[in-house]
Structure formats: C-alpha cells, structure tokens
C-alpha cells in the first residue's frame, strides 16, 4: 500500500521568513515518484515538482527548493523568504509501478501574514 | 489560463437528476483523470483513461460513469447520486506512456462544484 503523510496540518508565517513543509511516504515499489503540488485558494492544482526514487539530488528553483531523503522517507519542501502568494494548501503526492495513480497526502494549509 | 477546461463550474442538482460534467484539453495528453475533493481534503483519484480506455477505477460506485469519447474529452455522468456526492471535482491530463518517465505530472482544470441537494 502506499502512504503519504503530511504532519502538519496548518503552519502560519510572517512574510519574509522561511518556511519548511514536512512530507513522508510509505510504498513497497522500488521505483516510484514523489510530486509536490500547489493549490491556492481559487482551487486549480498546479504542479510544482516531480523526483524519481533513483534520483535524490536535491533541487533548487528560485525560492523553491526540496529535499529527498530516501533513508527516512522524506521529501521536504522549503520557502525561502516566502510570500503573501505563497499562501495555498500544499500537497506532496506519490505514484508507484502503476505510475498513472498518483497519490495525495492530506495536504498543508500555509498561510504568509504580511 | 488552465489548459484543461471544465464546464459547468458549478452544478446543483437533485438526486434524482443525469446530469454530466464535462473536461477538454488541447495539449496532446493522451491520459485523463476524475478526482473527487472535498472541503478541506486531498483529491481522491476516482478514474484514470490511458489512451482512451479505463485503466483505473477506484471501486467508485456505479452512479458515477466515466465516459471517453477521444483523446481530449472526458466526461463524468451523474445519475441518482447521494448529497455526500457533494464536493469539487476536478480534472486533470498527463503526458501518457509505456515507461514512468513522464508519470504524473497532472494538468488540472479549475474544478466543477457539485451539490447535490
């Protein structure tokens, strides 16, 4: 079975600060697909980011950076100096063998206060 | 603007009503989704058509019937459903292929929201 779990339900932060979103998983696939995705508050869910499991480099865009931690079942999420459209509900998905079923952990609402 | 179209963008509907929701995408995917989500939770895979035919159906119940008519439409007929039906539905496309190399990297649609009186 597959699992995707996001500790933290709701996290609030000031403008400008960093910001990190916690993302584990379970599979029994010895290749398989991690995904972040965006959804902000006008509803449509915007892909951010695909790592394969044979690949654990970490990535960096702009502000955006994520690290894959295939020891402890990881792949984190950090903003830097976020901002008020930073503000959404983050999800970190899976996808395994059958790699057209991807998998949605229950998301974390970020909040950016100015 | 989304490249994946959902119409209508809000539904209502009794349960006793057909109705269907309706997805386009122009981009060439060959791989398209239903997802059902609810207030304050994660889509919930319902259906996945790979090259026009069903290859994952999440034991949804029968009142939920996908349909496929070509490699950019897909439809999501209604009928008699149960105002925990209730929800935002929303549709997504991918690139599609024999390997995993371009797994889930899903374009959504902006969503139907359906409430079912």
């Known amino acids: 079975a597959q699992k995707v779990t996001q500790a933290q339900t709701e996290i609030s932060v000031v403008e400008k600060e960093d910001v990190t979103l916690d993302c584990v998983y379970e599979?029994?696939?010895?290749?398989?697909?991690l995904f972040w995705y965006k959804q902000p508050p006008s509803g449509e869910l915007v892909f951010l980011i695909r790592?394969?499991?044979?690949?654990?480099q970490n990535e960096i865009s702009g502000r955006y950076s994520w690290n894959f931690q295939k020891s402890t079942s990881s792949f984190n999420f950090t903003i830097t100096a976020s901002q008020v459209v930073d503000s959404a509900v983050y999800f970190c998905?899976?996808?395994?063998?059958?790699?057209?079923?991807?998998?949605f952990g229950p998301g974390t609402s970020l909040s950016v206060i100015p | 603007d989304t490249e994946v179209t959902q119409t209508p963008k809000h539904l209502v509907m009794g349960m006793t009503n057909k109705k269907s929701l309706k997805c386009e995408q122009h981009?060439?995917?060959?791989?398209m989704y239903w997802y059902k989500q609810k207030a304050k939770k994660p889509p919930e895979l319902m259906f996945v058509?790979?090259?026009?035919?069903?290859?994952i159906n999440e034991s949804v119940p029968s009142r939920f019937s996908p349909e496929c008519p070509n490699s950019s439409l897909l439809n999501l007929h209604l009928h008699a459903l149960q105002p925990e039906d209730s929800a935002l539905y929303l549709c997504?496309?991918?690139?599609?292929?024999?390997?995993?190399?371009?797994?889930?990297?899903?374009?959504f649609g902006e969503g139907s929201r359906l409430t079912v009186l």
């Open positions: 790592r394969n499991s044979f690949d654990e």
């Open positions: 981009m060439g995917h060959r791989a």
């Open positions: 058509y790979s090259y026009e035919k069903l290859s």
């Open positions: 997504a496309s991918s690139r599609a292929g024999t390997s995993g190399t371009i797994a889930g990297e899903l374009f």
């Open positions: 998905a899976l996808s395994g063998t059958s790699y057209d079923k991807v998998i």
């Open positions: 599979t029994r696939d010895t290749t398989y697909y």
